[in-house]
Every structure is written in structure tokens, then in C-alpha cells.
T-cell receptor, first 110, second 115 residues
Framework: EDQVTQSPEALRLQEGESSSLNCSYT??????LFWYRQDPGKGPEFLFT???AGEEKEKERLKATLTKKESFLHITAPKPEDSATYLC???????????FGIGTKLQVIP | DTGVSQNPRHKITKRGQNVTFRCDPI?????LYWYRQTLGQGPEFLTY????????KSRLLSDRFSAERPKGSFSTLEIQRTEQGDSAMYLC?????????????FGPGTRLTVL
């Protein structure tokens, strides 16, 4: 069974303090690794899809990277509006089932 | 592109009642998914449609749960004889088939509270 583990579960940063969120996965036949952002009471908002080890994608202050065992979401100089839960998810096999981690709840303090 | 919409946004019901939720995917998206999310957890896959065909169901989807997508457009998720353990956020997502890995776009969710 596919497993996706995210750490830390919660992270508190000062505004401007860069950090990284970790997503480790045990997936048979990984086809893609997603990152989503979720605000309280809302649905997940798509950020990135990574397909193969070594791939990197960037969007504003966020950069996602992928290795054969884990993915990182790097946040550079975060702002309070970056506060949210960040979810990592894998897709594998011949169908469209996505397995999510429990997320990292990020709080950025002004 | 108006995004994925879900109705109702909130539903409070008494144990034992039936509830039905609706999801309207992004137009032209032929794949539709249902997930359940409880507090502090990531979304859990429930079921998936390609057009009107239900192609995958999780073992989380007990006999009390049924989903339909009659014309390959909107979808409904019905829960019969609700239990307190059914209280959760029910999320719908849609995607376009034909890429290596479809990106799933989520709706705002329907929050169900079973009293």
C-alpha cells in the first residue's frame, strides 16, 4: 500500500525565515508527486506536479524538488499570507488513485 | 472557467438520515473524483469516474455510500443512514484525461455534520 509521510506536522516561522517541508513516500510505480496548499475550510489548491527524480519547479516563493524517496517544498522569505497547510500526494499504478499525506501546517508570523 | 463547484457547502443532519451532495466539475474535464477529509488528516480517496463510468472505489466506500455521474457531467454522492463517523469534509476534484498524470483540481468541499 502506498504511503506518504510529511514532516514536520506543524512549522512556525518568522516572516522572511526560509525553511523546507519534507514529504517522503513509499510508492510502487510512482507516476507523479503533487503539492497542494489548503486554507482552513477550503479545498486544496494545486501548486506543483513533479514526475521524475531531479525535477524542480518554482512558483513565487515556493520551490518543489523530487528525489527517488522524497520531495521537498522550499519556502524562501515567507510572508504571513503563505500560512496554510501544505499537502503532498502521490499517484501511482494504472489508475488515478491519489494518496495524500496529513500535511504540514505552516504559520508565518509577521 | 468557473472551477469545481460543490453544493451544499454545509450540511447538518441527524443520525440515520440520508444526505446527497452534488459536484459540478470544470467543463470539459472528463475525470471526477470524490474524497473525504477529517480534521487534521489529508484527503482520502473514495471513488473516481471517467465520463459516466465508475472505475475505482475505495474500500472506505461502504454499502451506505453511492456515487453517480449519470451523463458524464455533474456527480452526486449519497450517504444512506448516516452515522456520526461520517462527519467530515467531502471533496470533489476533476481532471482532464490524456496526460501522463492528471492534475486534479478541487472544489471547496461540503462539510457534513451528523448529530
Amino acid at each position: 500500500e502506498d504511503q506518504v509521510t510529511q514532516s514536520p506536522e506543524a512549522l512556525r516561522l518568522q516572516e522572511g525565515e526560509s525553511s523546507s517541508l519534507n514529504c517522503s513516500y513509499t510508492v510502487s510505480g510512482l507516476r507523479g508527486l503533487f503539492w497542494y496548499r489548503q486554507d482552513p475550510g477550503k479545498g486544496p489548491e494545486f501548486l506543483f506536479t513533479l514526475y521524475s527524480a531531479g525535477e524542480e519547479k518554482e512558483k513565487e516563493r515556493l520551490k518543489a524538488t523530487l528525489t527517488k524517496k522524497e520531495s521537498f517544498l522550499h519556502i524562501t522569505a515567507p510572508k504571513p499570507e503563505d500560512s496554510a497547510t501544505y499537502l503532498c500526494a502521490s499517484i501511482s499504478g494504472g489508475y488515478q488513485k491519489v494518496t495524500f499525506g496529513i500535511g504540514t501546517k505552516l504559520q508565518v508570523i509577521p | 472557467d468557473t472551477g469545481v463547484s460543490q453544493n451544499p457547502r454545509h450540511k447538518i443532519t441527524k443520525r440515520g438520515q440520508n444526505v446527497t451532495f452534488r459536484c459540478d466539475p470544470i467543463s470539459e474535464h472528463n475525470r471526477l473524483y470524490w474524497y473525504r477529509q477529517t480534521l487534521g488528516q489529508g484527503p482520502e480517496f473514495l471513488t473516481y469516474f471517467q465520463n459516466e463510468a465508475q472505475l475505482e472505489k475505495s474500500r472506505l466506500l461502504s454499502d451506505r455510500f453511492s456515487a453517480e455521474r449519470p451523463k458524464g457531467s455533474f456527480s452526486t454522492l449519497e450517504i444512506q443512514r448516516t452515522e456520526q463517523g461520517d462527519s467530515a469534509m467531502y471533496l470533489c476534484a476533476s481532471s482532464v484525461a490524456g496526460t501522463v498524470t492528471d492534475t486534479q483540481y478541487f472544489g471547496p468541499g461540503t462539510r457534513l455534520t451528523v448529530l
